[in-house]
C-alpha cells in the first residue's frame, strides 16, 4: 500500500490500537509495581543504598525537583517610618516580657545568650 492510499480522506479505518488500551496498560502496571513496592519497597530501598549507591543517589536526585523557588514575604514592606518605630517598639515589650517572664519563673535571660 503506497503513503498516498494510506491517509486518504474517507477510507475506513483498517485497525489500530483500541481505544483506552494503552491507558489500560499503563494503569495496569503501575497498579503492579505499586503492590510490590508495598510489599517489598523498604526492604529493596536499604538493599540498593548498601549495594548500589551510586544508583541509589541518581533515584533520589531524579525524585528532586530541578529548581527551587524562594520567596520571601518583607513585614516591614511598605510600612510608614511611625509603623515601623510602632513595629520595633512592640519587639522590644515582647522581648522584655518573655525576659521577665523568665526570671521570674527562675529560668535564663534569653536576650543574654
Do not use: C, W
Not at 530501598?45 to 541518581?58: D, F, H, M, T
Not at 509603623?83 to 535564663?108: C, F, T, V, W, Y
Amino acid at each position: 500500500m503506497s503513503e498516498s492510499t494510506r491517509f486518504q480522506r474517507g477510507r475506513a479505518k483498517t485497525g489500530g490500537r483500541r481505544k483506552g488500551s494503552r491507558d489500560r496498560i499503563a494503569t495496569a502496571l503501575l497498579e503492579a509495581i505499586a503492590a510490590d513496592f508495598e510489599q517489598f519497597g523498604h526492604e529493596a530501598v536499604i538493599i540498593a543504598r548498601k549495594e548500589k549507591p551510586i544508583e541509589y543517589l541518581r533515584v533520589v536526585a531524579s525524585l528532586l525537583p530541578r529548581e527551587f523557588e524562594i520567596t520571601t514575604h518583607n513585614v516591614a514592606h511598605g510600612l510608614s517610618d511611625d509603623e515601623l518605630d510602632a513595629l520595633i517598639e512592640h519587639a522590644r515589650h515582647q522581648r522584655e516580657l518573655a525576659a521577665s517572664r523568665g526570671d521570674a519563673e527562675g529560668g535564663e535571660n534569653p536576650s543574654t545568650h
